[in-house]
């Protein structure tokens, strides 16, 4: 079944400071990827989407994320943490066939240190 | 448009009484998600409807678990009878039709079975 790996169920890093959590799908056809974030006792958000129109993807906030191919990644990055940056933010999968089954990873923990 | 709604916000309710949770998705919408988010188990798909119709309800954890969708504007989730393991965050979203359409979230209605 297709799916997303999230490493690192918690991530700290100082204000300021580049932000990086990582996504790996699993899949040898390139599916359509998602990246969401979730503030407390809040629903999710979508930050970005990759369609295939391009491999690096522009989204709210100031976060990008890079589609890799060669390492089945879609890692999410943002050059410099502000403390508003604080939540959980989950990377999610829909196959590039079949049914539209829209499946999420397991979150990462996004901590700003003062 | 106001978004998912999705309805009561919150419920407390006795071990072994029935539990209905509501959603009405975005208009126009041709597919709805149910997920179901805890701390030890993250974000689950339990059941996902297109046009109506439940595609995939592998992620509904037992019999005690029902889901409708008896027309474009209104979902249902049914536990009955509820336990306390059931507590959970549950999320309700829609998509609108093609693979890359991103989905909408609710704000959730946050369970408690005591």
Known sequence: AQSVTQLGSHVSVSEGALVLLRCNYSSSVPPYLFWYVQYPNQGLQLLLKYTSAATLVKGINGFEAEFKKSETSFHLTKPSAHMSDAAEYFCAVIPNFGNEKLTFGTGTRLTIIP | ?114
């Open chain 2, 1 to 114: 448009d106001a978004g998912v709604i999705q309805s009561p916000r919150h419920e407390v309710t006795e071990m072994g009484q029935e539990v209905t949770l509501r959603c009405k998705p975005i208009s126009g919408h041709n597919s709805l998600f149910w997920y179901r988010q805890t701390m030890m188990r993250g974000l689950e798909l339990l059941i996902y409807f297109n046009n109506n119709v439940p595609i995939d309800d592998s992620g509904m954890p037992e019999d005690r678990f029902s889901a409708k969708m008896p027309n474009a504007s209104f979902s249902t989730l049914k536990i009955q009878p509820s336990e306390p393991r059931d507590s959970a965050v549950y999320f309700c979203a829609s998509r609108d039709r093609g693979l890359n359409t991103e989905a909408f979230f609710g704000q959730g209605t946050r369970l408690t079975v005591v």
